[in-house]
Nanobody
Framework: QVQLAESGGGLVQAGDSLRLLCAAS????????MGWFRQAPGKERELVAG????????YYADSVKGRFTISRDNAKNTVSLQMNSLKPEDTAVYYC?????????????????WGQGTQVTVSS
């Protein structure tokens, strides 16, 4: 019933930008925190950004801080990840995730549902 559909991934060169979009349905979107995870080949899933239900507070992993921006539009049931100054080490499958109210947005365990993912590849 819960649906999270990511889009916007692709192949870019280092220094370029991409904007990922997650369209949510099947739940009351404005009542939940949202986040973005990524998983690179041979590595574990990593929480890269989170945002509270109100949009008033955000979290970023140190590896993306200053380059990525998470935002949400509760009227459209969407959450975006603007990625600037991309690096080859950003290459991964990126997943949109729904948060839980009992955990802070900076904790990976605060999220309980993931979309199918979208591939981001950054070349040198």
């Amino acid at each position: 019933q819960v649906q999270l559909a990511e889009s916007g991934g692709g192949l870019v060169q280092a220094g370029d930008s991409l904007r990922l979009l997650c369209a949510a349905s099947g739940f009351t979107f404005s009542s939940y925190a949202m986040g973005w995870f990524r998983q690179a080949p041979g590595k574990e899933r990593e929480l890269v950004a989170g945002i509270r239900w109100s949009g008033g507070s955000t979290y970023y992993a140190d590896s993306v801080k200053g380059r990525f921006t998470i935002s949400r539009d509760n009227a459209k049931n969407t959450v975006s990840l603007q990625m600037n100054s991309l690096k080859p080490e950003d290459t991964a499958v990126y997943y949109c995730a729904r948060g839980l109210t009992s955990y802070g947005i900076s904790y990976p365990n605060a999220y309980d549902y993931w979309g199918q993912g979208t591939q981001v590849t950054v070349s040198s």
